[in-house]
């Protein structure tokens, strides 16, 4: 495995999911930023925010990297995240697109599809969750 595809794994499955920011300092450059459907993240600050994000409305969080293609300083990532929220599961897909400099991502780009998370967990409960995301994304 290329090793640019490996901090890009690293990064997917172990700083996000898990959220070891630890480990984030050897993944990501100190002037990264993070574009993730419309919203913009940037440096270790805004890695902190994202994965307090989805570890806030997933419990048992968990990101597989399923397939990864290399191209010049890109790596795609395809993943499969998932997790619960009140006991009712939720599974959803994405691509991340990470630009790399010198062994670490300075950019990422995601998409993924948001209101089927919303629609696996049911709109009620997670507007219930509602002052745990906002409480995550502020801290």
Not at 4 to 30: N, W
Not at 81 to 96: L, P
Not at 123 to 128: E, F, G, P
Request: aromatic residues 4%.
């Amino acid at each position: 495995m290329n090793a640019d595809a490996t901090v890009a794994r690293k990064a997917l499955e172990q700083v996000c999911a898990r959220g070891d920011l630890a480990l984030a300092q050897e993944c990501y450059a100190a002037s990264f930023v993070d574009h993730v459907n419309a919203l913009d993240l940037h440096g270790h600050e805004g890695i902190r925010r994202s994965t307090d994000l989805y570890r806030a409305l997933l419990d048992d969080l968990q990101i597989r990297v399923v397939d990864q293609v290399t191209e010049g300083d890109r790596v795609v990532s395809r993943w499969v995240m998932t997790g619960s929220n009140r006991g009712r599961g939720a599974e959803m897909s994405g691509i991340t697109i990470s630009r790399m400099e010198a062994g670490r991502i300075v950019e990422d780009w995601s998409a993924l599809d948001s209101l089927e998370l919303l629609r696996q967990l049911g709109l009620v409960r997670t507007l219930l969750a509602a002052p745990r995301l906002l409480r995550a994304t502020r801290a």
